[in-house]
């Protein structure tokens, strides 16, 4: 039998999207999927221990959009991306997790506007695909780093296992912070 | 091997998983109403045996449905995946329509959990497999396999790593 303890493999670094300061205590690196229900619960779940843990903790999102069940995860994951490249990676981030009901193209691009985007660069980086490939290498990162659903978290680099609720969670951050 | 010997290496409670360097026991189950699904077909292949304990579970991209996402994965390294619990063929077959799920479901319904049994991952006192996977190389010998608490899904790293030392 082979022991089975799963950590994070791409560490993380300038590639990613982080709220929160470098030095923090803790880091809470997150995959999920902007069409999961179970993620949209866990945005807010997410929302209210960053607010508790202040500059304690750092959160870094990473996509694994579960593309079978939800068509439209990989076109949400990259406007995501396509708005980081603009600066406003959190925005739509949030958009996103606000509308998961709403992530037909035409959504994304009234997103892509609302959160002020060069909606031209935007329109052309998600019609060449200019993100796909970030996306799968979230993808494959967190497939070699035991994602085993979404959301799947971990905290300092170590699978989290608990619930995704705001207390379970926020005791295992706590413990670190 | 006799009956005596059996108990003695096999306590009734806590089956134990076969041991990385055997042979993987042979079997042949049914993957749709009308087809089965025999272990020996993949020879020259690696295969990985997916044992979980019930179609349908709640979540989001569970087990398999995760698997699912991942099988492009198993494919480049010439892997066959298979998915086995003690639900019946017309469950999984609904359960796989459902879920879009590429790959097969194995029927281990009759004798109920029969081969689950042979590869000592049968949980008696539940009825249903434990959530358990194997990864057996190209000359049917087990090369790697990892048993998860019952309720937590192992992702696929391990099973990736596995390949991957199949190949070096």
């Not at chain 1, 079978?68 to 958009?95: I, L, N, V």
């Not at chain 2, 004798?111 to 057996?136: C, N, Q």
Request: hydrophobic share 40%; with cysteine; net charge negative.
């Amino acid at each position: 039998m082979s022991s089975h303890s799963p950590r994070l493999t791409l560490p993380v670094g300038t590639r990613d999207h982080a709220r929160g300061p470098a030095d923090a205590p803790v880091t809470l690196v997150e995959y999920g999927d902007y069409e999961c229900p179970h993620c949209g619960m866990a945005h807010g779940v997410v929302q209210a221990v960053r607010e508790k843990l202040g500059d304690r903790l750092r959160f870094i999102y990473r996509n694994f959009p579960l593309n079978t069940s939800h068509p439209h995860a990989m076109h949400a994951a990259e406007a995501a991306e396509a708005a980081g490249a603009q600066g406003k990676f959190w925005e739509m981030h949030d958009k996103l997790f606000e509308n998961q009901q709403a992530l037909e193209d035409a959504d994304l691009m009234r997103y892509a506007q609302e959160v002020g985007l060069d909606t031209g660069r935007f329109t052309q980086d998600m019609q060449s695909h200019a993100f796909a490939d970030h996306v799968q290498e979230d993808f494959r990162s967190g497939m070699r780093s035991g994602v085993n659903g979404t959301p799947t978290f971990f905290v300092n680099g170590q699978r989290y296992n608990g619930g995704a609720q705001l207390e379970p969670l926020l005791d295992a951050l706590e413990r670190m912070a | 091997m006799s009956r005596i010997e059996t108990k003695a290496v096999m306590p009734a409670k806590a089956a134990t998983p076969l041991r990385v360097g055997s042979p993987a026991p042979d079997f042949s189950l049914p993957s749709t109403p009308d087809q089965r699904v025999a272990l020996r077909e993949f020879r020259g292949r690696p295969v990985i045996l997916a044992f979980y304990p019930a179609d349908w579970s709640p979540v989001c991209g569970d087990q398999m449905g995760l698997y699912n996402e991942i099988l492009p994965e198993f494919t480049k390294k010439n892997a066959e995946l298979l998915g086995i619990s003690v639900d019946g063929v017309w469950c999984h077959l609904a359960f796989a329509g459902q879920r879009k799920l590429h790959f097969p479901l194995l029927a281990d319904f009759e004798p109920k959990g029969a081969v689950a049994r042979s590869y000592g991952v049968y949980r008696e006192a539940d009825g249903v497999t434990e959530r358990a996977l194997f990864v057996i190389d190209g000359d049917g010998i087990i090369r790697w396999s990892y048993v998860s608490p019952i309720g937590i899904n192992p992702g696929a790293d391990g099973i990736l790593a596995a390949l991957d030392e199949l190949h070096q």
